[in-house]
């Protein structure tokens, strides 16, 4: 029998009982459930960041999968907590723009309106644990079915972040952006790979933080030492690499870092 | 059917292989137990800072939940390992007041004795694996029943940290502590929110660190950019929050930092 | 029913979507696996510091086990990946040296070659999902029966890391190096506690980094303040420990940083 798959995205960090008190709320509520961390090390309050690892994390999940998504900085304030169902995955979130990505291909929206399924009190500083887990937790159990209409009416104006596409701003000149630095020091930006690949195909300068980078490589190991280059990676964006290196303290660049690319045909 | 439930919660870290040694021996043991980190950051050695962070997970999880605790800076020494009953939840750590703050409230508090559930050879530097992983397991996979007898004998006097309550020092004066800071950079104090309420319905005056603070907000999105504010958190204690920032940082307060409130009436 | 058990062991951190992309992967194909993290905070690249982490780790789980290993800074180049199996458990990983250690009482090796198995499209620079993590999960699920011909030919020289035995230099006088500083800050060494008691019974002076130790404790509460001493550790590897207090920071050393042993006999 399969289990019912929840993944948990927030930026309450690991070292408080944040994540484990919601994991304790699903539990208590769908015991069968099987919990997957996608990140809780968002930087706080970083909407854009998590609303990129989001979207990368999805496309690896099955069918039936709830995401739970707690990175909500206008805690207890009006905002709205929505449910959204995106093909076959469903996502529990508070109203920020923090499911813009997710939502770009469509998707229907519902505003949770459901009352009856929250913890209660609900406290004013931790929806995560009082709304968004047992929201969560009783989508996942039993199938949407019937819950899905029970959470609340649908809405056609979620919040969306402004998107960050590439801009041709002179014959031959594009400006784009560092959406976010991995772990390795990559830098992950905002150019789609075959977009970069068809504009840059006569030779490019491409210009971020302190470097010139002029070379694409296909996998890490054809860079040499200390040289930042191009790559596909595995999201399908362009990505600033340096081959068993930190690409991001080389160059100086970090999440929001303008790149400036130059054809050279 | 339900699957048995353990939580850890260590100072352990996260790149080492001691949280995994556990649950490999966890799950050799009772494959069917669903297992979910409380956090494994706490402080090295800091049982105050485990004793908070536990009470403060175990009210989310449900009955027949068991909670292995292991911040033990007298690994191998004669302090006793012991297993404890705190309403349907169960306990498992060493006897160093890390359980303080669940057994409040009372509790049935067993001294380990069982040592046929141990794993062998005993280290003396890893009780972890080698004593309360198993027990936790044993406790966990075919309930409690038989199993609770076996432990050992029931003990009276089991290591209890010294409780910082707030204290009156004058009259309309109080001194209290922070007692933790959270990855957010929030103060949790070691005031009940509705005991604060209560004694400054009239105004106050809060300090901690650099700040001075008059004003209580109900939810983060009320504070100023950079005013620190108290909240009542969403553990019923008071905490000093600023809206979008880090009061720990901004304030220079820390775990352990003084407070002190001043009446206005 | 016993559930499929697979543990993780990389270098990607925990603030990106790369462990979430592959336990998605993973549950897609195999949707009853338990699975555990060993440690993501492998440093990046760091084959022999992951070499150690897997081989601790691995002897506290249970037969039957599926280990997934992925430090890999040769991604997309011309090394192999591999499933080895040793005792009743099973590897897999980029054939890097990064399965040395396990491998030292030998074991069966198969190159993957079970191209029908991976996510399409294969990217150049995440193996890991695309490559690792669907061959573990078809390797847990069902039984490794004859999933295992499947995987691939089986190879005889798979790649080894340089073992670092401690070495007798001149008479009475050996050197050794520093494996790995754990999260304490205690010094694991490459000294088998065995060999050590019997080279060092009539007494012996350690020097590393800038501490000169001469004493033995058989548990950390024996050490004195700021004292270093050395333990056999819970690996059964001689360890440099502070009882309470951080050695790697007192000392100043760090994995790699080499022992001198001087026998006073």
Known sequence: ???????LLTDFG????YV?????VILGIAPEAQLVD?????GAYAIAEAAYT??????CFPEGTVHLVVVDPGVGSSRRAIVAEVGEQTFVAPDNGVLSRVLRGGGVVREITAAHWFRQPVSNTFHGRDIFAPVAARLCSGGLGDAREEVGPVIEDPVRLEEAEPREVAPGEWTGVVLKVDGYGNLITNFEAEHFRKITSGGFELRV???VIRRTVTRFD??????????SGSAELIEVIV???NAALILGASAGTKLRVKLTV
Chains 1, 2, 3 share one sequence.
């Open 1 to 7: 029998m399969k289990r019912p798959l929840i993944t």
């Open 14 to 17: 690991l070292k408080d009982h």
């Open 20 to 24: 484990a008190a919601m994991k304790g």
């Open 38 to 42: 996608i990140t809780h090390e968002i």
């Open 54 to 59: 989001l979207e990368q994390a999805v496309s």
């Open 209 to 211: 933080g302190t470097g």
């Open 222 to 231: 054809e860079g040499f030492s200390n040289e930042p280059c191009t790559v």
């Open 243 to 245: 081959n068993k290196g």
